[in-house]
């Protein structure tokens, strides 16, 4: 069952006139089905991120369609674009973007607070999430006392706090050496073995992508190629 769909998807920044204009995406056409682990690879410049922002609604595209669970992006207004983004997915950066006067805790609580959860709720969660991601002795420091592989994967439990249908995540390995992205790529994998979350990423780390069910590469803002692997990946 495909949980998102990109029917077509052009984006044009800037200019109406065609030597001012980028052509950033030409024509993408996507589906992922739920549960998938999905990389999108490319060279920079391709398009990665602009694609990853209109298939999170982050952004709108020019022309095109992309709708998840059934439900067409363009067809929502501002504020129930917003609460969908809110409760149906979860984001993760390269940058990992967790606030520095927070501790990991109450980052990884954030996203619960706006919805107004109970103190229990939160931090029972809160805790599970540390379990699964190994990060419990992290839990009331503070973002700068912890690892680069600990703050990304803080950012995964928060990105998880309120049950995604679908996380996202743009370069997640790209500030982290090859230990620590291994370390968040085998979380993503726990992610989608043991809650059936789907994950989608952008990446142009090879090593990042070997983990994925699915490969999509596109080049010049459209879709070149993709791979399916059989089976699981193969440790040497
Ligand atoms: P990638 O993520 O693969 O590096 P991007 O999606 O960031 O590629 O960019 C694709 C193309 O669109 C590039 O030529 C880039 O310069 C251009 N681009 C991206 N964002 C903007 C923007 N906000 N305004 C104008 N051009 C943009
Ligand atoms: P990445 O390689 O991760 O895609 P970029 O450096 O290409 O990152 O882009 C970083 C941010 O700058 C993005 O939000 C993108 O939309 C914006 N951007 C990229 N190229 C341009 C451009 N030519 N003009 C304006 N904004 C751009």
Redesign the pocket.
């Known amino acids: 069952m495909p949980i998102l769909e990109a029917n077509t998807i052009v984006k044009v920044?800037g200019g109406s006139s065609e030597e001012g204009a980028?052509r950033a995406l030409d024509g993408v056409s996507l589906s992922v089905n739920e549960g998938e682990f999905v990389a999108i690879m490319g060279p920079?410049?391709s398009g990665?991120?602009?694609l990853l922002n209109i298939l999170s609604g982050i952004d709108k595209p020019t022309s095109g369609t992309v709708s998840i669970r059934g439900t067409e992006l363009s067809e929502m207004t501002g504020d129930e674009l917003a609460l969908f983004r809110r409760r149906q997915l979860g984001f993760v950066f390269?940058e990992f973007n967790l606030l520095d006067s927070l501790t990991v805790k109450e980052n990884i609580m954030l996203p619960m607070v706006l919805e107004k959860k109970s103190a229990a709720e939160m931090e029972s969660k809160a805790k599970s999430l540390a379990d699964l991601f190994d990060i419990q002795s992290t839990l009331d420091k503070y973002p700068y006392q912890i690892s680069g592989g600990q703050q990304q994967r803080t950012a995964v439990s928060r990105a998880l706090t309120n049950d995604p249908a679908i996380i996202f995540a743009?370069?997640p390995t790209g500030n982290l050496d090859s230990k620590a992205s291994a370390v968040i790529m085998e979380s993503f994998e726990k992610i989608v073995a043991q809650l059936a979350t789907t994950v989608l990423l952008v990446t142009h780390d090879v090593f990042a992508a070997s983990y994925c069910q699915k490969v999509v590469f596109i080049k010049d803002g459209m879709i070149h190629s993709s791979i399916v692997k059989k089976g699981s990946r193969k440790e040497f």
Do not use: A
Request: hydrophobic share 0%; glycine share 10%.
């Open positions: 920044y980028t920079s410049g990665k991120t602009t390269q743009d370069e």
